[in-house]
């Protein structure tokens, strides 16, 4: 995936205003979804298959990873 790629960059709702530490997610395509570091977006970029995403969502979701 290209820097330049045009995506659709979404944050989290339960991001506050003030930014923080968060992620954002875009769909470069139906099958993968991509993750990077909302404060900053020039930086690397992870992608994962969307199942895999789903998988960690959920478990973070329910509290898998403690609290941050």
């Known amino acids: 995936m290209k820097k330049t790629d045009a995506l659709e960059w979404h944050k989290s709702s339960y991001s506050g ?3 923080g530490n968060c992620v954002e997610v875009a769909a470069p395509d ?3 979804t991509a993750v990077r570091d909302s ?3 020039n930086g690397p ?8 995403w789903a998988s960690f969502a959920a478990a973070a ?8």
Not at 46 to 52: A, C, E, G, P, V
């Open 17 to 19: 205003a003030s930014g």
């Open 30 to 32: 139906s099958a993968t």
């Open 39 to 41: 404060k900053d977006p």
């Open 45 to 52: 970029r992870l992608r994962f298959s969307n199942s895999t």
């Open 61 to 68: 979701a329910g509290g898998a990873f403690g609290e941050a």
